[in-house]
C-alpha cells in the first residue's frame, strides 16, 4: 500500500496523469527512487504521437514538433523549468552564493532562454530525423526511464543545496533500498537496449550515461550538491544527447 501510495505521488508530482488525491508521509521516501518509473508515461505518449503522425503521413518536420511536444508535454515541462533555471545560474561565471541565489529566482534570464531554444533545437532537429524512420518502440521507452535513473540517483546520493523544491521535500535517510530501482532500472535497461538494438542500442545507453554522469559531475563541482532544478538539467541534457545519438546511429551502425 506505501508503494501504490508513492507511486501515486510521484505521477502526479512529475508528470501530467491525473491521480487520486493521495498523500502520505511514510510513502514520501519512495517518490525519488519510482521516479524512473515515470518516464514511461511520456516515452509512451511520444512513442503513440509518433506512431499516429505517421498513418497520417505528415511531414517530418511537423511530426518531430508534434512528437516533442507530447514529450515534454507529458511532464508538464517540469524538467524544462529545472533546465532553464539550471542554465541561467550555471553559465552566469559568477561565485557559488550568487549561482544558487540566482537558481533560487524565479525570474527567466538570458542564459536560460538561450539554453532552452539550443536544447529544443536539437531536440526538433533529432526527431526529424527519427520519424523519418521506420517506427522502433523500445527508445522511447528506454530513454526517459535511464535519464530519470541518473536523475533520481543524483538526488539520492548528493548533498542538497536547497530546502526546497522536490529534491528536499521528498529526500529523506538514505536506506540501500532506495537506491536499488534506479540502479536496477540503469542495468537491466542497458542489457534491454543491446539485446533489442545491438551494439546501436548499447551505444545510446552509454552515452545517454556518460552525458548524465558528465553533467552530474559539473553541477556539484559547480554548486556543491543537488536540488530539484539541477536534476532537470540533468534529464534533460541526456535525453537530448541519446536522442542525436539515436537520429545519428543508423548512419554509423
Known amino acids: 500500500m506505501k508503494l501504490m501510495k508513492a507511486w501515486w505521488m510521484t505521477l502526479g508530482m512529475f508528470t501530467i496523469v491525473p491521480v487520486p488525491p493521495v498523500w502520505d508521509e511514510d510513502a514520501k521516501p519512495w517518490v525519488v527512487p519510482l521516479l524512473p518509473l515515470a518516464g514511461l508515461f511520456p516515452g509512451c505518449l511520444a512513442a503513440g504521437v509518433a506512431w499516429l503522425a505517421a498513418q497520417v503521413d505528415f511531414s517530418p518536420l511537423l511530426e518531430s514538433v508534434l512528437v516533442l511536444l507530447a514529450w515534454h508535454f507529458g511532464t508538464g515541462f517540469i524538467h524544462v523549468d529545472g533546465l532553464m533555471d539550471t542554465s541561467d545560474a550555471l553559465f ?7 549561482r544558487l541565489a540566482i ?36 527508445p522511447w521507452l528506454v530513454i526517459p ?53 545491438g551494439w546501436a542500442g548499447l551505444t545510446l545507453a552509454s552515452l545517454l550515461s556518460v552525458a548524465a554522469a558528465s553533467a552530474w559531475m559539473t553541477l556539484q563541482r559547480s554548486f556543491g550538491g543537488i536540488s530539484g532544478d539541477l536534476a532537470g538539467f540533468i534529464l534533460v541534457v541526456s535525453e537530448t544527447v541519446a536522442l542525436l545519438t539515436w537520429a545519428i546511429l543508423p548512419e554509423v551502425f
Open 92 to 98: 552566469s561565471r559568477t561565485g557559488r552564493d550568487k
Open 103 to 138: 537558481l533560487k529566482d524565479p525570474h527567466v534570464g538570458s542564459f536560460a532562454v538561450i539554453a532552452l531554444g539550443v536544447v529544443l533545437l536539437l531536440q526538433v532537429a533529432a526527431l526529424e530525423t527519427l520519424t523519418s524512420q521506420s517506427f522502433a518502440l523500445w
Open 145 to 197: 526511464v535511464l535519464s530519470r535513473s541518473w536523475a533520481g540517483l543524483a538526488v539520492l546520493l548528493t548533498p542538497q543545496v536547497l530546502t526546497d523544491g522536490y529534491a528536499s521535500q521528498f529526500r529523506s535517510v538514505l536506506q540501500i533500498r532506495f537506491v536499488l530501482i534506479p540502479l536496477a532500472a540503469l542495468a537491466g535497461l542497458s542489457v534491454l537496449a543491446f539485446f533489442l538494438g
